[in-house]
């Protein structure tokens, strides 16, 4: 006797469901497996014999010697100049530290302002040092107004003496060059500054001038006679550009809100301890706080205010209207630039870089 035909609904549902299932998943797998070659065979741009020939030079550096085949790619990217920045830059980026550091020297050597912003972020995040000292070197090659603020901060900040004593020496490179596009012999410059949030606008203080440029130092408008004193150091609120502090020779600090057209004095609010022929060396303003402000000051003293006294770092939370202590200074520990970070003060002297917590 035959037996009647019985399905098993749940079992059969349950195959067909997993059934679909992988019927989907091996459609996906084929997606992407077709997006991928797409990608790569199809949509993405071509490269020309050439941008594979500067591809290979550029490998050609990961040598940490320098090799004959070093040395020929060297050679042949520096002839090949603007168009080998953008494999340059790319190698700023590799996993291969040797590569990193000779791209960053070799964009140095071809100086293409197109390979500033690249470059300022290998001096701001590399992990090695040789790559951050090559990446200020180059940005000092390039002379760039833009990279100052970076290159000041790293000239402090930076952990590697190396690294600090190359952002140094770019500044002065980059200094040079701004006042020689400015029409200023460097010999009568006292001040150039950059604004951190706005790298176009640069400020540059000669004798009781201001010249002013809002765009990067091709163009400049000179405010005559608008400062109150000689300049010694120059800083720029990292948010708004036409808030300038100077420090000012024998004459305290003073504050412009104005791009420089105006100036108000600030020397009255720091304390008795500023009684004399006071002089500000360096201000900063803390880019986490665009309110406050840390600066290092003394007194001259004597018959012609030969002798620098150093009298000591103050801080300021409200821009500038009152003042706390943060440092005690030494004879002989002029600051000549300071930068904050993390809630601390960073203080260059002359043979050391000053450490002190900001107060609250």
């Known amino acids: 006797m035959l037996r009647p035909f019985e399905m098993d609904l749940p079992k059969w549902n349950s195959k067909q469901r997993a059934l679909r299932a992988l019927g989907i998943l091996g459609a996906l797998i084929v997606l992407v497996a077709v997006s991928a070659f797409l990608l790569n065979n199809v949509i993405a741009t071509p490269v020309s014999p050439?941008?594979?020939?500067?591809?290979?030079?550029?490998n050609d550096l990961h040598d940490a010697g320098l090799t004959k085949a070093r040395q020929s790619a060297q050679q042949k990217l520096e002839a090949a100049g603007e168009e080998a920045v953008p494999a340059l830059v790319t190698a700023l980026h590799s996993n291969d530290a040797v590569l990193r550091q000779n791209a960053a020297e070799m964009l140095g050597y071809i100086a293409s302002p197109r390979a500033t912003d690249a470059l300022v972020q290998s001096l701001r995040g590399d992990p090695v040092v040789a790559v951050r000292a090559n990446a200020a070197s180059a940005l000092g090659s390039i002379q760039s107004a833009s990279a100052i603020p970076a290159l000041e901060s790293s000239s402090v900040l930076d952990a590697s003496a190396q690294v600090r004593q190359a952002s140094a020496n770019a500044l002065d490179s980059i200094y040079a060059r701004v006042a020689q596009s400015a029409n200023k012999n460097i010999n009568d410059v006292q001040a150039i500054t950059v604004a951190p949030g706005q790298t176009n606008v640069v400020y540059l203080a000669s004798k009781r001038d201001l010249l002013v440029s809002r765009n990067g130092g091709a163009n400049w408008d000179t405010l005559t006679q608008t400062l109150p004193s000689l300049v010694s150091t120059l800083a720029v609120n990292p948010t708004n550009a036409n808030i300038v502090y100077a420090g000012l020779h024998s004459q305290g600090m003073a504050l412009s809100t104005d791009g420089g057209r105006t100036w108000q004095s600030?020397?009255?609010?720091?304390g008795n301890e500023a009684i004399g022929q006071s002089t500000v060396t360096a201000i900063t303003v803390d880019?986490?706080?665009?309110?406050?402000?840390?600066?290092a000051?003394?007194?001259?003293?004597?018959?012609?205010?030969?002798?620098?006294?150093p009298l000591g770092i103050l801080a300021s939370k409200d821009g500038g209207k009152s003042w706390q202590y943060?440092?005690?200074l030494n004879e002989g520990q002029l600051v000549t630039r300071l930068s904050v970070r993390d809630n601390k003060v960073y203080a260059l002297t002359n043979d050391k870089v000053l450490i002190a917590p900001l107060p609250n």
């Open 287 to 295: 880019p986490a706080n665009p309110m406050r402000v840390v600066m």
């Open 266 to 270: 600030l020397t009255r609010n720091f």
């Open 50 to 58: 050439r941008e594979a020939q500067i591809r290979g030079w550029v």
């Open 326 to 328: 943060v440092l005690d």
């Open 297 to 309: 000051h003394g007194i001259r003293i004597g018959d012609m205010n030969t002798t620098f006294v």
